[in-house]
């Protein structure tokens, strides 16, 4: 019998988790398409940008896919043709789907504010992270003193969690740069009046007090207005600084306007019971409409519901209706504290930080076996940096 042509486009959370699931069920053919050759592991990504390992944020799809049956390519989706059932990449080829899994992720969104595009750093990718890192030492090595501020817009998770990670990141190499040890001044402007404004208040408030006593100054219900090559411009006045990290704002692959998807709330692609948005076409993760699409745990958890239903459908039964799950959220912030949002249970401090450790052990075992998957949660404690100054010094030490 022919097998069923499982075609997933998006090589992230969601999608790599389908391909798992079904890669090795003889009745499909499954075929994996991404621009990019690894799993990105967005919650560690901020360690990236501070002095973390590169390995801990990145899952090769090698690793990932050794012995499995399914044909994997490095390539991008430019268009479908749904008569035809195919989707053209920008190598030019033509793959042939008779399902298609579409997991595309969210891209980076400026508002179409002047400047930040151009000067402003992110860390939406590795390269983006490392090219953060590079500039924070750079301009110790350059100038031979921090900037006089380091301005994070965004007060979601990741403006957090990458806030928190900085004061003693931002002393540690500056003692490696042997620059003068003094006060760094950290802001986080952020348009909402409070800060995860997602979240419940006990849960802002927890957090402020401890962002404060990091140092960490806070702008609420600022905006971002524009921003030049040495300032960041804040309700029209600028604000002095080298180092603005844009965190405030994602929207829909443009795949799916450019392909005409139907698109419901928050631009995110509309969806039935089965996270179907035409016939056998499949939308997980962040590109489709739930309740709790925006994060990794909600992607894997799609990523796997619809592979038990093409599974299902494969055995003859019917496919089963999506109930969206309630993600638990841990928002770490600085050394050993995290935040965490289980349900009604709100965790603070170090309780959470193990939690949140605990976490990323199960999330890279969702990918991997166990034993990879702690070689690569025991990354988390390596030091990786770019820097000459700081690796010659290392050299030295350890000579
Ligand atoms: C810095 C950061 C930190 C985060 N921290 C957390 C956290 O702590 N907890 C949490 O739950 N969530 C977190 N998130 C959100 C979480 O990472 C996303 O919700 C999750 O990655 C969504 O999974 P996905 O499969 O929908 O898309 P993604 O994981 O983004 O994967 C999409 C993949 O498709 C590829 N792709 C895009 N366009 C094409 C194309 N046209 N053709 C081929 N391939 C394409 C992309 O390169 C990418 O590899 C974080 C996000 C960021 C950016």
Redesign the pocket.
């Known amino acids: 019998m022919a097998k069923e042509k499982v075609l997933i ?7 790599v988790k389908a391909a798992l699931e079904l890669a090795d069920d003889n009745r499909f053919a499954v075929t994996l ?4 050759p690894s799993l ?1 592991y ?2 560690t ?2 360690r990236n940008a501070t002095g973390g390992s590169r390995a801990n944020s990145n899952i090769p799809f090698d690793h990932i896919f050794a012995d499995k049956k399914l044909t994997v390519y490095a390539d ?2 430019v268009s479908i043709d749904r008569k035809a059932k195919t989707i053209k990449t920008a190598s030019k080829q033509v793959l042939e789907y008779d399902s298609l899994i579409l ?3 969210v891209v980076t969104n400026y508002f179409g504010i002047a400047g930040l595009e151009e000067y402003s750093y992110s ?2 990718t590795n390269h983006q992270a490392e090219r953060l890192e590079a500039h924070l030492h750079n301009q110790l090595r350059e100038d031979g003193a921090p900037d006089l501020n380091y301005i994070i817009v965004g007060a979601g ?2 403006g957090i969690e990458l806030a928190g990670a900085l004061p003693s990141y931002l002393h540690k190499i500056m003692a490696k740069h042997d620059v003068m040890d003094r006060k760094v001044n950290i802001t986080i402007v952020e348009a909402m009046p409070r800060l995860l404004p997602r979240l419940p208040k006990d849960v802002s408030r927890a957090v402020r007090r401890r962002l404060k006593r990091l140092g960490i100054k806070l702008l609420l219900g600022e905006s971002v207005q524009g921003q030049t090559a040495g300032s960041l411009i804040v309700n029209g006045k600028p604000l002095a600084s080298h180092t603005v990290i844009w965190t405030a704002g994602v929207t829909n ?1 443009p ?1 799916f306007s450019d392909n005409h998807f139907v698109i419901a709330g928050r631009g995110k692609v509309a969806v039935d019971t089965y996270l179907q948005t035409e016939d056998n076409i499949f939308i ?4 489709a409409n739930t309740p709790y699409s ?4 909600t ?1 894997l958890y799609d990523g796997k519901f619809v592979a038990d239903n093409l599974k299902r459908r494969a055995s003859g039964k019917d496919m089963k209706s999506y109930k969206a799950k309630r ?1 638990v959220t841990v928002i770490p912030a600085g050394p050993h504290w995290a935040a965490v949002v289980w349900g009604k249970l709100h965790l603070f401090g170090f309780a959470g930080w193990l939690l949140r450790a605990g976490a990323d052990f199960v999330g890279f075992h969702d990918y991997e076996p166990w034993p990879k998957a702690t070689r690569q949660f025991f990354t988390e404690s390596q030091v990786e940096e770019d820097c000459v100054v700081c690796n010659t010094k290392a050299n030295y030490e350890n000579a």
């Open positions: 486009v998006g090589g992230g959370f969601g999608g398409v991404s621009d990019h990105r967005y919650p990504l901020y991008t989706a997991g595309l992720g860390i939406k998770p990741t692959n795949f997980i993760g962040d590109n925006g994060l990794a745990q992607a993600p």
